[in-house]
Protein backbone atom coordinates (compact mmCIF):
# COMPACT_ATOMS: atom_id res chain seq x y z
CA UNK A 1 0.00 0.00 0.00
CA UNK A 2 1.31 3.40 -1.10
CA UNK A 3 1.54 6.46 1.26
CA UNK A 4 -0.91 8.50 -1.00
CA UNK A 5 -3.22 6.38 -0.73
CA UNK A 6 -3.43 6.66 3.60
CA UNK A 7 -3.46 10.25 3.30
CA UNK A 8 -6.56 11.58 2.49
CA UNK A 9 -6.88 14.55 0.08
CA UNK A 10 -9.27 17.26 0.32
CA UNK A 11 -12.58 17.76 -1.93
CA UNK A 12 -11.93 21.37 -2.11
CA UNK A 13 -10.04 23.60 -4.06
CA UNK A 14 -8.47 27.27 -4.77
CA UNK A 15 -9.93 28.37 -8.20
CA UNK A 16 -8.99 31.53 -10.46
CA UNK A 17 -12.13 33.35 -12.37
CA UNK A 18 -12.45 35.45 -14.28
CA UNK A 19 -14.90 38.46 -14.08
CA UNK A 20 -17.04 38.32 -16.88
CA UNK A 21 -17.40 42.29 -16.83
CA UNK A 22 -13.89 43.82 -17.02
CA UNK A 23 -11.41 40.22 -17.75
CA UNK A 24 -10.25 40.88 -13.98
CA UNK A 25 -8.80 37.60 -12.06
CA UNK A 26 -9.32 36.66 -8.86
CA UNK A 27 -8.15 33.76 -6.73
CA UNK A 28 -10.76 32.29 -4.29
CA UNK A 29 -11.69 28.83 -2.55
CA UNK A 30 -14.46 26.70 -4.33
CA UNK A 31 -16.21 26.14 -1.02
CA UNK A 32 -16.04 29.80 -0.27
CA UNK A 33 -18.06 31.15 2.97
CA UNK A 34 -18.51 34.91 2.07
CA UNK A 35 -19.62 36.93 -0.53
CA UNK A 36 -16.32 37.71 -3.31
CA UNK A 37 -16.40 40.33 -5.72
CA UNK A 38 -14.22 41.36 -8.50
CA UNK A 39 -11.36 43.61 -7.13
CA UNK A 40 -11.62 45.93 -9.79
CA UNK A 41 -14.62 46.55 -10.88
CA UNK A 42 -16.80 44.87 -7.60
CA UNK A 43 -19.41 42.86 -9.63
CA UNK A 44 -20.26 39.73 -7.37
CA UNK A 45 -18.36 36.64 -8.52
CA UNK A 46 -18.87 33.66 -5.94
CA UNK A 47 -21.92 33.29 -3.39
CA UNK A 48 -22.04 31.10 -0.53
CA UNK A 49 -24.64 28.42 -0.25
CA UNK A 50 -23.73 26.15 2.42
CA UNK A 51 -21.54 23.66 0.62
CA UNK A 52 -19.94 24.68 -2.54
CA UNK A 53 -20.41 28.17 -3.86
CA UNK A 54 -21.80 29.43 -6.65
CA UNK A 55 -19.90 30.80 -9.03
CA UNK A 56 -20.71 33.74 -11.42
CA UNK A 57 -17.78 34.16 -13.24
CA UNK A 58 -15.95 31.93 -16.01
CA UNK A 59 -13.52 29.57 -13.86
CA UNK A 60 -10.30 30.07 -15.59
CA UNK A 61 -8.06 27.35 -13.94
CA UNK A 62 -8.07 25.05 -10.67
CA UNK A 63 -5.10 25.40 -8.27
CA UNK A 64 -3.82 21.83 -7.08
Avoid at 8 to 31: H, M
Wanted: positive net charge; aromatic residues 4%.
Amino acid sequence: MRVSELIPRPKSKFIVVECPDCGGETTTFNKASITVKCLFCGRELVKPTGGKAEITGKVKRVLE
